[in-house]
């Protein structure tokens, strides 16, 4: 199943914006990225994914380098509330051998100043 | 409201003393899985269902069962507990899709003594 490397931890300022790195060398075709976080004493939940394109939501921006060997989480005005671990997998396609297998990693710890 | 509800959240248990924790889903998922997360080490797959009656093992399986005889739960067992399972627990659920989003519960966090 296909890895991704980030970085232990990363700091902003509020209301500064936020590039998380995820590295994924590894990734086929049909894998998409997910990104995922944690706040303290929660379950994970969902941010963002994609495939190829960047994508956008209310919460952050994927952006997808175009060999997609990497992607960036952009968070654009940090808050405090955004202080959590950060996780960034890779999903294969449905049927896919790798469907099922889920790899999180320990995720990059986001530590926001106010 | 769409949700992914696990229990117990809370348990102490001892040595040897056959557990279950319970994962219920709202979402007609097809898919499930199971993780634990220890300090230091992230989260680990444990087990994951594509649908009823299937399941496979995911990076660490040893020392747990599951089942998933209904679309809507997919229980977590441990036979035999022993302290090294004691742990945080997370249950998740997805569309049958790579685009699928996942929905985590909320966490059981086991103490085996």
């Known amino acids: 199943d296909a890895k991704t490397t980030q970085p232990n931890s990363m700091e902003s300022n509020e209301e500064e914006p936020v590039h998380l790195p995820c590295n994924h060398s590894t990734i086929s075709g049909t894998d998409y990225i997910h990104w995922y976080r944690q706040l303290p004493s929660q379950g994970p939940e969902y941010v963002i994914h994609g495939l190829t394109s960047n994508v956008n939501n209310r919460m952050a921006s994927l952006a997808i380098a175009e060999d997609r060997k990497s992607s960036t989480l952009i968070l654009h005005r940090a808050t405090l509330r955004d202080a959590a671990v950060y996780y960034c997998i890779l999903r294969a396609n449905a049927g896919g051998t790798s469907y099922g297998k889920l790899t999180f990693g320990q995720g990059t710890i986001l530590t926001v100043h106010p | 409201e769409a949700q992914v509800t696990q229990n117990p959240r809370y348990l102490i248990t001892v040595t040897g003393k056959k557990l279950t924790v319970t994962c219920s889903q709202n979402?007609?998922?097809?898919?499930m899985s199971w993780y634990r997360q220890d300090p230091g080490l992230g989260l680990r797959q444990i087990y994951y269902?594509?649908?009823?009656?299937?399941?496979d093992k995911g990076d660490v399986p040893e020392g747990y069962k599951v089942s998933r005889k209904e679309k809507r739960n997919f229980p977590l067992i441990l036979e035999s507990p022993s302290p090294n399972q004691t742990s945080l627990y997370f249950c998740?659920?997805?569309?049958?899709?790579?685009?699928?989003?996942?929905?985590f519960g909320e966490g059981s966090r086991l103490t085996v003594l």
């Open positions: 998740a659920s997805s569309p049958y899709s790579g685009s699928g989003e996942l929905f």
């Open positions: 269902s594509m649908n009823v009656e299937v399941t």
């Open positions: 979402m007609n998922h097809e898919y």
